[in-house]
């Protein structure tokens, strides 16, 4: 977008805002708050992201020998 469509932007926004009653005028600036915070943090979380590495901790996990044995029947043991 060059400076000069970038100023007709704003001249079009403040056009629109002034024809608006106020509450719905901070209704807009409370949207485009909400705008510009989501887009930060959208930017924030593009630039902190790194790149995945396949088989990064190829063997470093392990189960147990007995993750598969059937679990012990607990519901006739009293509540601790």
Do not use: C
């Amino acid at each position: 977008m060059n400076v000069a469509s970038k100023e007709n932007l704003k001249e079009k926004l403040l056009e629109v805002l002034g024809d608006l009653p106020e509450e719905s005028q901070i209704a807009v600036i409370d949207y485009a708050d909400f705008l510009r915070e989501k887009n930060r943090r959208n930017g924030a979380a593009t630039e902190s992201r790194k790149e995945r590495v396949a088989g990064l901790h190829d063997g470093q996990g392990w189960i147990s020998d007995d993750f598969n044995d059937e679990l012990p029947d607990v519901s006739s043991q009293r509540p601790v």
